[in-house]
């Protein structure tokens, strides 16, 4: 078992920094995602077993495919980062000390759907986070890591006013939207009407940081990781 923690750079002094994120394997992930298909990468997803680390646990590979790799253009990804649950901090502590995973899971992401509109949505109490996020952006966009096959990613950060209810995936939506961020009725689903009433993707920030040590180390090492074998 080899997958490097989702913490290897919580002790680095700036955990935003390309070459520091590339020591430890970084965007070798994404390099290997990109030469596979959509199609492909989505089923490798989806054989790992990866559910979403927000609270539903729902299968991502599962949500990945149901939105369908045909779905009308444009279509959006977006990171849930909103974190309001009482005592909650995980996903602050990877804004802080893995921005760089995040994002290049993100960027696998947006290869696996054919999207080239992202949107990080930062709760927002953690504004220092998304000035560390913007950089660690700023430095894979002068690397032309946000250019994909499908063209390049337009991924932009929406810092949080503040409301519990954004962290249910539509209500996101409609703060995204300058909209009053209250649930939407369903159907139809985000995933065919979501984010300007777009096929929409949400997944939650750890969501998107375990990718890349899934591509680059391999569904059976990321199965083995955990005390439960998964």
């Known amino acids: 078992m080899n997958i490097r923690p989702l913490s290897a750079l919580f002790d680095h002094d700036n955990p935003a920094s390309l070459d520091a994120y590339r020591a430890v394997g970084g965007y070798e992930g994404l390099a290997k995602a990109l030469t596979m298909t959509p199609e492909a990468l989505v089923a490798l997803v989806e054989k790992s077993g990866l559910r979403g680390c927000g609270g539903a ?7 990945w495919r149901l939105r369908g790799l045909d779905a009308p253009e444009p279509r959006y990804l977006v990171c849930n980062l909103d974190e309001t649950e009482p005592g909650s901090f995980k996903d602050r502590a990877l804004l802080f000390g893995a921005p760089q995973q995040i994002l290049e899971g993100m960027l696998i992401a ?39 096959p499908a063209g390049r990613l337009q991924l932009d950060i929406h810092l949080s006013l503040g409301r519990y209810i954004c962290g249910e995936d539509s209500a996101i939506l409609n703060a995204i ?25 949400v997944n939650n920030a750890e969501t998107f940081a375990q990718l890349p040590g899934i591509l680059r180390e391999g569904v059976e090492a990321y199965q083995g990781w955990g005390v439960n074998g998964g």
């Open 57 to 63: 646990g729902f299968p991502t590979g599962v949500k």
């Open 110 to 148: 947006a290869h696996a759907l054919g999207v080239q509109e992202a949107v990080i949505f930062i709760r927002g109490e953690y504004a220092a986070g998304a000035e560390v996020f913007a950089r660690a952006l700023a430095a894979a966009e002068a690397a032309r890591l946000l250019q994909l």
């Open 177 to 201: 939207e300058g909209r009053r961020p209250n649930p939407r009725k369903k159907p139809p689903h985000i995933s065919q009407k979501g984010l300007w009433q777009q096929p929409t993707t």
